[in-house]
């Protein structure tokens, strides 16, 4: 019986507590639940970035343990490829075949990246996937499956730095989005300029673009994505206007020579932005404040004595 009684005295002044201060404790809720909204962004384009970063280094390891005989087979496919799309032309509507050859191509760690892409102007560095499947969009860049597959024309020569052959071509089209709380990813392609360079990494090897013409166009408006003989294009498409999306932003880029060579983009990848940083450290040092303020000037009861 005394032991019972104790209890209740124990738990009482806890239960009285609560119900004096519903208020202090519904503000802090608040708080915690808002704090977490302000954080999420932050957090989860940050985490983003670790993954996309992680599987860019794994592909790059990937590639540099091929031998010889594996490389050549693997981007001799993917150029006979792209030539057999200039004659045969765009399929918008592929077949199950159709569809069976393209995942099976330039896909050699089989889980469909094909490289990545970075554009120095608005500090992006994503990988690219086979495909447009939400999976994919959500975070990385997907290919447009019914285009070129980004290793240029067949008959692209490096030292001349064009298309020997008039016939030939090449458009590999690679679509993000933007505006997405959890990734950057193609949220600031509107601030590409032409003249400006962007980079895609295949196999090891480095192709670069320099942005020629900007468009805003209907989604169903497919003129600007076809191949046109004689020029080796890459074409970076998302929604437009930021948030509306019912037009689409096409920025496309003719090939160019290298101007570094191989870029060494694996390193400039895991930087932490301080973007992402400051949220963290802002976070604790306002709550902590919050606390204060509700709590730091109670001032004990009058008469009570311990």
């Known amino acids: 019986m005394f032991k019972r009684e104790k209890k209740k005295q124990e738990t009482a002044p806890k239960q009285s507590w609560i119900k004096k201060n519903w208020s202090t404790v519904l503000v802090v809720s608040v708080f915690v639940a808002g704090l977490g909204l302000l954080i999420y962004p932050s957090f989860a384009d940050y985490w983003n970035s670790f993954h996309q970063t992680r599987a860019i280094m794994t592909y790059s390891e990937a590639v540099s343990n091929m031998s010889k005989e594996d490389y050549e087979k ?66 990385s860049i997907g290919h447009i499956e019914s285009s070129s597959l980004p290793v240029g024309a067949y008959s692209y020569d490096y030292d001349e ?7 030939d071509g090449s458009h590999c089209i690679l679509t993000g989005h933007r505006g997405l709380p ?6 600031n392609l509107d601030r590409m300029a032409e003249g400006d360079i962007f980079s895609l990494n295949i196999l090891g090897e480095t192709y670069t673009y320099q942005v020629d013409q900007i468009r805003v166009v209907e989604p169903s408006d497919l003129s600007d994505l076809e191949i046109i003989p004689g020029m080796d294009y890459c074409t970076l498409v998302t929604c437009t206007p930021y948030g509306i999306n019912t037009h689409r932003l096409l920025v496309r880029g003719h090939r160019t020579t290298n101007p570094q ?22 976070a604790p040092i306002i709550f902590v404040l919050v606390l204060i303020v509700l709590f730091g000037n109670r001032k004990p009861k009058k008469g009570v004595r311990r």
Do not use: C
């Open 74 to 139: 693997e981007i001799n496919r993917a150029k006979e490829y792209n030539r057999d799309l200039v004659f045969e032309g765009m399929n918008w509507n592929m077949s199950d075949s159709d569809k069976e050859k393209y995942e099976s191509t330039l896909n050699f760690t089989g889980n469909g990246i094909m490289g990545y892409i970075q554009i120095d102007k608005i500090k992006v560095t994503l990988p690219i996937y086979h495909g447009t499947n939400e999976s994919v969009l959500q975070t």
């Open 161 to 167: 730095g064009r298309v020997m052959d008039p016939l």
């Open 182 to 187: 959890s990734a950057k990813l193609f949220s």
């Open 261 to 282: 060579g191989d870029l060494a983009i694996i390193a400039d990848a895991v930087q932490i932005d301080s973007v992402y940083v400051a949220p963290f450290i802002a």
